[in-house]
């Protein structure tokens, strides 16, 4: 079946090895924060569109978050990319200014790690600050206030700040003493999580 | 961890457990108010809270144990052995990657199998810090209330219940259930100022004595692997140019020079018998800057910039005193 028969079969063929590549490193790229906001912008719209590089993506997040914790690298199961696609099917309105507090709470709930990174990194490209309204039970981010020129940069301490309380709470963890329970209470708090020391 | 992020196995069997959870503290009410007159109710407050500290350390004991936070379920195996000096323990996490914590005295072995590495963690006791003893439980009555409440029962054990009140806002509130027989506590609440229960463990089964002494062993041969120790080094904070300012009653545990993911850091640990908190002080980043971090259940931290470098307070205590804790620390001398 052909919808579009002034363009025939090419137009339905995958993209090129090449091509493929060289997004693969713009991904990786914004993921470093060395894009700027007119190529996170674009990249971005072509995640809402392209499934390949939307794979792409979350591959590249899941290999950042397992660097960074153990906890949230399991939260990838195989719906993962498909729950990313939907995410971003449901985001146009997140370009309206006035909806984004709200919306982006209930985001941190329905998607965690990487997820709430494709969130982050769409707030982000749109270049507005994505501090939380405050909700103390989001324990995925401490947003920072990000100024633009730094805007790029944001990505990474959204999904790395939890990771960060883990750690803090790993090092408190270790030298803490409870003295009414059993000594080692305080890794049953962590125990899946990041030990001090698994770091990248 | 968020109740949405879990795999669909994990939530069903944490719905399981909060059921279990659920119906174990209907029961509990139904049992609750009986309250008779025997030997060990002629115990005090502070006999109590004595006979817990005692039985942590010198009791045999294995279970399993279920901590619960928020819509967060974890199960640990744990295996206790008082060898007449010391203590040992075992502790194995039943969820998220194998992971296995074998505790003597004050030296933590923390097993990684897939890496096939050992982290030792081991507390180093500053010498200027000769009282670091646990809080004895006439200082802990200092700061908290105790009412000895009703007796219920836990995991067939008849319990003896302990409502632990802060007389200050400043920290948390504890409901613990004590096996009356053997003083070990079996459950514990924190509790914040509206009454909510802000985390819980509570043995799901344990057995009291009779504890082989195989069960102490890790579950991984770990020749061969790779060892790592922390470097945890003593410093004196005054001597660092610091000045902290802990809530009344919480005295220094440590105060060491350690290595973070960031860097070095330098890291005060207070206690006041039941609650801890951790002061860290580090280089800052350019984009650090003062602000609340999310809070987990009783946890909450606190970043603060303090010139070049950032303070962060993380503990069991209110988000206020964290923040607060934060506000005191000052730059002296240098």
Redesign the interface.
């Known amino acids: 079946m052909n919808p579009d028969p002034v363009h025939p079969s090419h137009s339905v063929s995958t993209s090129p090895a090449g091509e493929a590549d060289d997004c693969a490193q713009r991904l990786s790229a914004l993921l470093d924060g060395e894009l700027d906001s007119e190529a996170c912008r674009a990249l971005v719209e072509r995640l809402r569109h392209d499934e390949e590089a939307c794979r792409t993506w979350a591959l590249l997040n899941c290999v950042g978050d397992a660097m960074r914790s153990a906890d949230v690298a399991t939260f990838h199961s195989a719906g993962f990319v498909a729950r990313v696609s939907a995410a971003l099917e449901r985001e146009p309105t997140v370009l309206a200014p006035a909806a984004l507090p709200q919306r982006s709470t209930v985001r941190r709930w329905l998607l965690p790690g990487a997820g709430a990174a494709v969130a982050a990194a769409v707030l982000i490209a749109v270049g507005l600050p994505s501090r939380q309204a405050s909700s103390p039970d989001a324990t995925i981010a401490k947003a920072l206030p990000v100024p633009t020129a730094t805007v790029v940069a944001a990505p990474v301490p959204v999904i790395d700040r939890s990771p960060q309380l883990e750690r803090y709470l790993a090092a408190h963890r270790e030298l803490a003493e409870p003295t009414l329970m059993p000594h080692s209470t305080p890794y049953v708090r962590t125990s899946g999580a990041v030990l001090m020391q698994e770091k990248r | ?2 109740w ?2 879990l ?1 669909r196995w994990r939530r069903l069997s944490s719905a399981v457990l909060l059921l279990a959870l659920a119906s174990l503290a209907q029961a509990q009410e139904r049992t609750g108010s009986a309250a008779g007159a025997d030997a060990v109710d002629g115990r005090s407050a502070e006999q109590w ?1 004595q006979v ?2 005692q039985a ?1 350390r010198r009791l045999d004991y294995s279970g399993t ?1 279920v ?1 619960q ?2 819509n967060e379920v ?1 199960m ?1 195996r ?1 295996v ?1 052995v008082f060898d007449g000096k010391v ?1 040992h ?1 075992r ?1 194995q ?1 039943m ?3 194998p ?1 296995e ?1 074998i ?1 003597r005295a004050d030296e ?1 072995k ?1 097993l ?1 199998p897939e890496a096939k590495r050992v ?1 030792i ?1 081991r ?1 180093t006791r500053a010498e200027s810090f000769p009282g670091l003893a ?2 004895s439980a006439s200082e802990l009555l200092q700061h908290y209330s105790v009412n000895i409440a009703g007796r219920e029962r836990v995991g067939g054990f008849d319990c003896q219940v302990l409502e632990i009140r802060p007389r200050m806002g400043d920290r948390y509130g504890y409901r ?1 259930w004590v096996d009356r027989a053997s003083g070990l ?1 079996l459950r ?1 609440q924190t509790i914040n100022d509206r009454g909510e229960v802000l ?1 819980q ?1 509570a043995f799901a089964e344990v057995r009291i004595g009779g504890v082989d002494r195989e069960q102490l062993k890790p579950s991984w041969p770990t020749d061969g692997w790779k060892v ?1 120790e ?1 470097a ?1 080094r003593p410093v004196d904070m005054k001597e660092q140019g610091w000045r902290l300012a802990p809530p009344s009653g919480f005295k220094p ?2 105060t ?1 020079r ?1 290595p ?2 960031s860097g070095p ?1 330098l ?1 005060a ?1 207070y ?1 006041d ?2 609650a ?3 002061v ?1 002080i580090e280089p800052a980043a350019a ?1 650090d ?1 003062s ?7 009783p ?1 909450n ?1 606190y970043a603060r910039r303090v010139g070049d470098s950032m303070v ?1 307070v ?2 069991e205590i209110p ?1 206020e005193t964290a923040r607060a804790v934060a506000q005191a620390v000052e730059r002296v001398g240098r």
């Open positions: 961890m968020q949405f992020a795999p809270l817990v500290q942590a144990m901590y936070q928020g974890r640990s744990i206790h203590s323990e502790l996490p969820d998220g990657r992971r914590f505790r933590v923390c990684i982290v963690e507390k646990a809080a613990l506590l514990s985390e463990m790592d922390t945890h545990l440590y060491v350690r973070m993911a850091a890291q640990v206690s018998g039941l801890s908190l951790s860290f984009s800057t602000e609340a971090l999310p809070r987990r259940g946890i931290a962060t993380v503990g988000a």
